[in-house]
């Protein structure tokens, strides 16, 4: 089983709505890829970069006043 992890590496990040700040995605095949900046910029859109794992932890945050 091969894992890769990353996390969001821009600067300035808008925290006025939900963020996705990193990955953990496990496949059986044992390939290597992180998701792409593209998903940690906009995770709805950019949801089929998960089907090349068989299990992926996301973790966001929403920040509140």
């Known amino acids: 089983m091969g894992s890769v ?7 300035d990040v808008s925290i006025e709505e ?4 990193a990955s953990i995605c496990y496949s ?5 890829a992180s998701l792409t900046n593209d998903f940690y910029q906009d995770a709805d859109g950019h949801l089929d970069e998960l089907a ?3 299990i992926a932890y ?6 509140m006043e």
Request: glycine fraction near 8%; charged fraction near 35%.
């Open 52 to 54: 090349d794992y068989d």
């Open 18 to 21: 939900e963020v996705t700040l």
């Open 28 to 32: 059986e095949e044992g390939s290597m």
């Open 5 to 11: 992890w990353g996390s969001f590496s821009e600067e």
């Open 58 to 63: 996301i973790v966001k945050a929403r920040f």
